[in-house]
């Protein structure tokens, strides 16, 4: 009898289908994520031209509205009744009924946030109101003002770089004695300060040697007043663009160019300069605001017009209106000045017509 060898089957399976489709091989199906968040928005709207505008603008407004409203509540904050300082002070001596009429008449006797609100709709519809000393629209006494006061500090910014340029390229990335011999006279010019420079230009050129008037509304009177403002701007202008063309003369370029034979002088003025000037063109704008604010101690020394004299007799007499359309105007003058510096910047080095945004 054999025995049997069995060996253990599989079990028995059903019928056999057809195959299941494979699932799909690729990137998932992406649902719609949250809002881009605000720091790429906004690198975003500085990539593109109209962004940056729109962002500068935007920027321009906050800055005006906020100057406005500090100084708005600043002079709240100083004592004394502006009634009182409209009627000719306390000196006058004005009847109890005539200062109620005043401020009802100027609303001082509306609470403090109804006068700001009417004072921010003033602004938004260009009305800078009137003065309190002067009755006239502040407005016109500012345009009438303001044009010395511009020419001064264009005067002084021009002499400011006529003073870094040519201390620049006199004595920067030169050997031996003439580099520390700029540096330090440079450190000199602007550590000066406006009110000890102008007394000291004033005796000197106009009272001692009397090469130039003392008080003068022409050209000549200009000259004192401009070297007052811009000599020691121009110092501190000179030592950012020393420290930029050593670094600058440092580069590749400079010895390609001395390689392919432009003369030495050439390279420092047309290649070297260029790199050197953009930080002191960036500063520049900040420097017309240095400027505008010592005009008001240089239009003092000098008897000049301007809005630094209307300032002062503003700020005295608490002219709230006056005090804060200068105000206003400084800042105002601020803001243009520094968007000419971006546009001065991109002239230079046409490289930063991408980043200018950014940098802003």
Do not use: C
């Given at each position: 009898m054999t025995a049997e060898t069995t060996s253990s089957a599989p079990a028995p399976v059903g019928p056999v289908g057809p195959e299941e489709p494979a699932a799909p091989v690729g990137p998932a199906p992406t649902r719609p994520g949250p809002a881009a968040p605000p720091a790429a928005l906004l690198a975003r709207l500085r990539a593109s031209l109209p962004g940056r505008i729109a962002l500068r603008v935007l920027s321009a407004l906050v800055l005006l509205w906020a100057v406005a409203t500090i100084v708005f509540f600043l002079q709240h904050l100083v004592p004394g009744d502006p009634a009182l300082a409209i009627l000719g002070g306390a000196s006058a001596n004005p009847p109890p009924e005539t200062v109620a009429a005043v401020r009802a008449q100027y609303g001082f006797d509306?609470?403090?946030?109804?006068?700001?609100?009417?004072?921010?709709?003033?602004?938004?519809?260009?009305?800078?109101?009137?003065?309190?000393?002067?009755?006239?629209?502040?407005?016109?006494?500012?345009?009438?003002?303001?044009?010395?006061?511009?020419?001064?500090?264009g005067a002084s910014l021009a002499i400011a770089w006529a003073i870094a340029i040519g201390s620049t390229l006199l004595t920067a990335a030169r050997p031996g004695l003439a580099a520390r011999i700029g540096s330090g006279l440079e450190v000199v010019l602007a550590a000066l300060p406006h009110f000890w420079?102008?007394?000291?230009?004033?005796?000197?050129?106009?009272?001692?040697?009397?090469?130039?008037?003392?008080?003068?509304?022409?050209?000549?009177?200009?000259?004192?007043?401009?070297?007052?403002?811009?000599v020691p701007l121009g110092g501190f202008l000179a030592q950012v663009t020393r420290d930029e063309f050593d670094a600058a003369s440092r580069q590749p370029f400079v010895l390609s160019a001395l390689s392919r034979g432009t003369r030495p002088r050439d390279v420092r003025w047309r290649h070297v300069l260029r790199h050197a000037a953009l930080p002191g063109i960036a500063l520049s704008g900040w420097g017309l605001g240095s400027l505008i604010s010592g005009a008001v101690v240089v239009e003092v020394i000098f008897s000049r017009q301007g809005i630094g004299q209307v300032l002062v007799t503003a700020v005295t007499s608490q002219d709230l209106p006056l005090v804060i359309g200068v105000t206003f105007v400084v800042a105002l003058?601020?803001?243009?000045?520094?968007?000419?510096?971006?546009?001065?910047?991109?002239?230079?080095?046409?490289?930063?017509?991408?980043?200018?945004?950014?940098?802003?």
């Amino acid at each position: 009898m054999t025995a049997e060898t069995t060996s253990s089957a599989p079990a028995p399976v059903g019928p056999v289908g057809p195959e299941e489709p494979a699932a799909p091989v690729g990137p998932a199906p992406t649902r719609p994520g949250p809002a881009a968040p605000p720091a790429a928005l906004l690198a975003r709207l500085r990539a593109s031209l109209p962004g940056r505008i729109a962002l500068r603008v935007l920027s321009a407004l906050v800055l005006l509205w906020a100057v406005a409203t500090i100084v708005f509540f600043l002079q709240h904050l100083v004592p004394g009744d502006p009634a009182l300082a409209i009627l000719g002070g306390a000196s006058a001596n004005p009847p109890p009924e005539t200062v109620a009429a005043v401020r009802a008449q100027y609303g001082f006797d509306q609470p403090l946030l109804v006068q700001y609100a009417d004072f921010l709709g003033g602004l938004v519809r260009g009305d800078l109101g009137s003065s309190y000393t002067m009755k006239e629209p502040v407005a016109r006494i500012i345009a009438e003002q303001i044009v010395p006061t511009l020419q001064l500090t264009g005067a002084s910014l021009a002499i400011a770089w006529a003073i870094a340029i040519g201390s620049t390229l006199l004595t920067a990335a030169r050997p031996g004695l003439a580099a520390r011999i700029g540096s330090g006279l440079e450190v000199v010019l602007a550590a000066l300060p406006h009110f000890w420079l102008g007394v000291v230009l004033l005796v000197v050129f106009a009272v001692t040697l009397q090469w130039l008037p003392v008080v003068d509304d022409g050209p000549a009177g200009l000259v004192l007043p401009a070297l007052t403002l811009g000599v020691p701007l121009g110092g501190f202008l000179a030592q950012v663009t020393r420290d930029e063309f050593d670094a600058a003369s440092r580069q590749p370029f400079v010895l390609s160019a001395l390689s392919r034979g432009t003369r030495p002088r050439d390279v420092r003025w047309r290649h070297v300069l260029r790199h050197a000037a953009l930080p002191g063109i960036a500063l520049s704008g900040w420097g017309l605001g240095s400027l505008i604010s010592g005009a008001v101690v240089v239009e003092v020394i000098f008897s000049r017009q301007g809005i630094g004299q209307v300032l002062v007799t503003a700020v005295t007499s608490q002219d709230l209106p006056l005090v804060i359309g200068v105000t206003f105007v400084v800042a105002l003058v601020y803001v243009i000045a520094n968007i000419l510096t971006d546009l001065a910047a991109v002239a230079v080095d046409p490289r930063l017509r991408t980043s200018i945004g950014g940098a802003s």
